[in-house]
């Protein structure tokens, strides 16, 4: 067992089982032994890749659908343009030399929310020069409107689960086994106030530190103006099923099996965040496939664009980075990964986005 496992299974046995919730908290963000707390986890070395680390075009396509909201917005100056979760950088890098070259003269005042020490590092190499500032959470970033982006974030957010029986949903836990390991339980008796209809094993996640972020930042967008771009893998319609994982070296693996030395997971509810976002009284602008999106915003013309300076390696890495992105097959990241925009109700349509 892990020295966090250890420590789970402690906490175990001292107050008893714990929530997925928690158990998610601890196993990404524990102080000493949490996964964020300590590794670099992306890259081929790593556990998974982003969107950001396939290919530079990601970024300057959301830099450049940045100068275009940046104009609906009034033109505010200094533009503030936060990324909550910014992994090495990367993305935030590219984004901003998109928006430079699409809004020249505009003064842009980058902001990154991280917890990660090592993660922080890698941000302070990839951004030296760009006046970045860093911040603990979304709670301290300066007033005023701004530019959100949200990319493979909500989905390390720690969520709730419960599973139906005979007798109603009773709460999935995290508990010790016959041997010591730890094992996935039920609560003994059922949660109150969940009437939800589903056959008798379904399993229903909830999420509600994500829900209550994109409440607050909703209200922020609506009260102060600027929009939140989120990009996740989910799904748009509310559904029953258990999609909590783990991945390690860029494979599934048992989410019990090694706490703090894989990544955790669970789907993002996209249905249950539009709501949240409408409820707040913000404007929200899809879900819409990430494929879609990447080719409304001219991810084709761009690649065409950097192959006519390109190499046979560099092409051929070009397309097949293109290929990656909006790979329409059910676990595809073209078709998987969603996005969605949490808007000020005047900011009028988005690019990428249908009118509808």
């Known amino acids: 067992m892990t020295p966090l496992g250890r420590e789970i299974a402690a906490i ?3 107050t008893g089982p714990i929530g997925i919730d928690r158990y998610m908290a601890l196993c990404l963000g524990h102080p000493v032994h949490g996964y964020y707390r300590t590794r670099d986890p992306l890259g ?10 396939i290919t530079q075009m990601f970024g300057e396509l959301i830099g450049a659908w940045a100068a275009y909201v940046h104009r609906a917005m009034g033109r505010p100056d200094p533009l503030l343009i936060a990324e909550l979760g910014p992994g090495r950088g990367t993305l935030m890098a590219d984004a901003l ?9 505009v003064r842009i005042a980058p902001h990154l929310v991280e917890t990660s020490p090592v993660l922080r590092q890698a941000q302070e190499s990839r951004l030296a020069g760009a006046g970045a500032a860093w911040h603990a959470s979304p709670e301290s970033l300066p007033d005023g409107p701004a530019i959100l982006i949200a990319n493979e974030f909500f989905d390390c957010l720690p969520v709730r689960q419960f599973v139906r029986t005979s007798d109603g949903w009773h709460e999935r836990l995290v508990g010790l086994g016959a041997e010591g390991s730890l094992a996935f339980g039920l609560a003994p008796e ?22 209550d972020l994109v409440r607050a930042l909703a209200r922020r967008v609506c009260s102060q103006g600027g929009v939140l771009l989120v990009f996740d893998y989910g799904h748009v319609r509310r559904d029953f099923g258990d999609t ?27 249905a249950a965040l539009a709501l949240a976002s409408q ?9 819409t496939d990430q494929g879609a999106f990447l080719a409304a915003l001219g991810l084709h013309e761009r690649a065409a664009k950097l192959r006519l300076r390109a190499d046979d390696a560099q092409a051929e890495a070009i397309d097949a ?15 998987l990964f969603k996005v969605m925009a949490v808007a000020a109700p005047d900011l009028g349509p988005l690019p990428g986005f249908s009118p509808e």
């Not at 081929?44 to 680390?53: N, V």
């Not at 409820?279 to 879900?287: K, L, N, R, S």
């Not at 992105?325 to 676990?331: I, Q, V, Y």
């Open 12 to 14: 175990v046995r001292e």
């Open 44 to 53: 081929a070395r790593g556990d998974f890749t982003t969107a950001p680390e």
């Open 97 to 105: 030399r998109a928006l430079s070259a699409a809004a020249p003269g």
């Open 190 to 211: 059922p949660t109150p106030g969940l009437a939800a209809q589903a056959s008798t094993g379904a399993v229903v996640s909830v999420p509600g530190p994500g829900l």
């Open 244 to 270: 909590l994982q783990a991945l390690s070296g860029h494979a599934f693996a048992d989410p019990l099996a090694a706490p703090g030395e894989a990544d955790l997971t669970c789907h993002v509810d996209f």
């Open 279 to 287: 409820e707040a009284g913000a404007a929200v602008h899809g879900p």
């Open 321 to 335: 980075a293109v290929a990656r992105l909006t790979d329409d097959r059910p676990e595809g990241m073209g078709r």
